[in-house]
């Protein structure tokens, strides 16, 4: 580890951190597989512990002292990239990212049959674009017992900057993978071949409350959310064995979809 004193960020070696774009990290840097960016404290000891290739750090000269612990266990190659606070600030958003970033190498990803192999709760994500949305399901998963996330072709990209930050550095815990095309008709016929019920979380005229569900499913489970607004798929409820949904009170329509996977997880999940 090698600690490089800043004085603004005009630097070219924090171009990772100040001009590119998720896309340009994402297929630019590395073609091959990318770099993402983690902010806070939190999310980077989190990416770290899980085996997360880092890149570099940068921080703002007050974190130095408390992210020492990190500081001491990366590589000797690994540079560290230290700003005044007013220059950190200016550039990461403090209240967001206290003051820490680090870039690593974006991991490699698991085929959704290996995935599947050693799963038994399983959250399927299809058109959620809201990167924040993502992130949250993430954090859902890894706190309610989801053993794997797969993630259809037309969500955003959980390794975007904001979906790391939102899911406290749980997309690099919780094993997740990319639905393979065509979707989502992969997907479906794999996850029944393996013997898992689909259940479809939908406003649906003939969809059951997720109360009692759980002893109606057995033990291998995967639940489908959609976006807000357009919800699932056509094809996707009409492949799932069932559909069930989140009684709501009050005219209330329905939760944001974050919520929705939280609540689901907790009632089927739950030890």
């Known amino acids: 580890m090698t ?5 603004d960020t005009t630097d070219p070696r924090l171009k990772a951190y100040t001009s590119l774009t998720n896309h340009q990290l994402r297929n630019s840097l590395d073609p091959a597989r990318g ?13 770290l512990a899980q085996g997360v290739e880092p890149l570099s750090l940068l921080l703002d000269e007050r974190r130095v002292q408390t ?15 230290v700003l005044p606070p007013d220059e950190a600030q200016r550039l990461t958003g403090y209240r967001v990212t206290r003051g820490a970033l680090c870039a690593v190498r974006r991991p490699g990803l698991p085929t959704t049959e290996s995935l599947l192999d050693e799963a038994q709760r399983v959250v399927v994500l299809e058109g959620i674009t809201d990167t924040s949305n993502v992130g949250a399901v993430f954090r859902n998963a890894a706190a309610l017992g ?12 959980p390794l975007s900057r904001r979906a790391i930050r939102v899911s406290m550095g749980n997309v690099f815990l919780v094993r ?22 689909r259940v479809a979380l939908a406003l649906d005229k003939n969809a059951s409350g997720l109360r009692g569900l759980r002893d109606q499913v057995g ?6 959310f959609g976006a807000e607004g357009d919800g699932l798929s056509e ?3 009409g492949a799932c ?4 949904i989140i009684p709501m009170a009050n005219g209330v329509d329905s939760l944001n979809v974050a919520a929705s996977t939280a609540v689901a997880m907790w009632e089927l999940f739950g030890e």
């Open 3 to 7: 600690i490089i004193r800043l004085s």
């Open 35 to 47: 770099v993402a960016i983690v902010e806070s404290q939190i999310a980077i000891r989190v990416a």
């Open 67 to 81: 992210m020492g612990d990190v500081l001491d266990e990366l590589p000797d190659d690994v540079p560290v990239f």
């Open 146 to 157: 989801a053993d794997a996330v797969v993630v259809a072709p037309s969500c955003a990209d």
């Open 176 to 197: 997740w993978a990319y639905a393979e095309t065509p979707w989502p008709y992969c997907l479906l016929d794999e996850l029944r071949w393996r013997g898992f019920a």
């Open 219 to 224: 033990e291998r489970v995967a639940l489908f």
């Open 235 to 237: 094809e996707v409820i």
């Open 241 to 244: 064995d069932r559909t069930a």
